[in-house]
Each structure stands twice: as C-alpha cells, then as structure tokens.
C-alpha cells in the first residue's frame, strides 16, 4: 500500500493524526457507554466501510468470555429517498449517543449528507471520513478525519489503514481499561 502522495509524504500531516487520536477516543467512549458505532459509505467506499466493521468487531472478540464490539456497516443509497416512507438505516440501526462513521472520498455524497440530518435529529454523534477538503459534509460533522490528498485511489487506501489502526488503539486502551 503506497501512502504519499503527490501533495506531500502521508506521514508528514500532524492534523490527520492528531484527528484519528481523537475518532478513536471518540469511538472508545461511545464503547464504554455501550454504544454501538454504524457505519457507511456510498459506491466506492462501500467495499472498505464494511471491511473496517469487521476490524471494529473483532476487537476483543477473541478474548473468549466477552463479546465483540458493536460496528454495524449500513448500507444506504446512492441518492437519499424521496419522502419518509421507509425507515432510514439510520433510524433502524441508531440510538441517541451512538456514532456514526460517514465515509466519502469528496465529501459531497447526497446520501451521506441526508444520513447526518438524520444523526443530528436522533443525538447520534456524527463524524466524516474524507478526502483533503472536507466536501459538504466537512460542515456538518462534530469531526471530520481528512485523508490529506485528493488522489481517490489513496483515500481509499487510507480508509483501509484507518480501520487497522482504530482496531489495533482500541484492543490496546480497552484492554488496559478492562484489567
């Protein structure tokens, strides 16, 4: 996995990292409230938002007595719906004081925007997980991790690291706090 990028090595964006310490504290308190995190991303993003569930949900899972954390990839749209005649997955999946995880290489997803109204409304704590400029969704996050490049293909690599790490923090600070 190739991490530099033409705007400057990956490693050199002190902001992106000291963004991710604070996901992953954000993500640790949701936990030890017994919140769950959900988490989506629309059309290329899709494949690595449920892949990074699947890191979330394997932390701790293999410590035997105790269950794995809740991370749930929902799958929304690629346009919001016309009318409230369904339940949005937000709504299924969520509760007030859980979080949502967005993902979206430009920020600017339709989809990912209706679903953070839906967070605000419902007290679901919403973070984004873009590309360098934040998009539209920049705006309507309590937090936005900016991957900082615009290169789509290492965005999505990035997500991928995002994932490892979060998993890997969170095993490390839960089992410190578990014992």
């Known amino acids: 996995m190739d991490l530099s990028f033409a705007d400057g090595h990956f490693l050199e964006a002190p902001l992106f990292w000291e963004t991710l310490a604070r996901l992953s504290a954000q993500i640790l ?7 769950k995190v959900l988490l989506a991303g629309v059309g290329s993003t899709t494949e690595r938002v449920q892949q990074i569930a699947q890191e979330l949900t394997q932390v701790c ?5 105790r269950q794995g954390l809740f991370a749930r990839a929902i799958q929304l749209d690629p346009l919001p719906p016309k009318g409230d005649k369904h339940m ?4 299924k999946w969520g509760e007030p004081g859980d979080l949502f995880l967005g993902f979206s290489v430009s920020g600017r997803s339709p989809s990912l925007l209706h679903a953070f109204q839906h967070c605000q409304r419902m007290g679901i704590i919403a973070i984004g997980i873009t590309g360098k400029n934040g998009g539209l969704l920049a705006p309507h ?7 900082p490049t615009v290169d789509t293909p290492r965005i999505l690599d990035t997500y991928e690291m995002i994932g490892g790490i979060l ?3 969170l095993e490390k600070k839960l089992h410190i706090s578990f014992n």
């Not at 996050?141 to 991957?147: N, R, Y």
């Open 141 to 147: 996050c309590g937090l936005c991790l900016q991957v």
């Open 167 to 169: 998993r890997v923090d």
């Open 88 to 91: 949005h997955p937000v709504e």
């Open 61 to 65: 899972y293999l410590e035997g007595d």
């Open 29 to 35: 308190q949701v936990y030890q409230r017994n919140g």
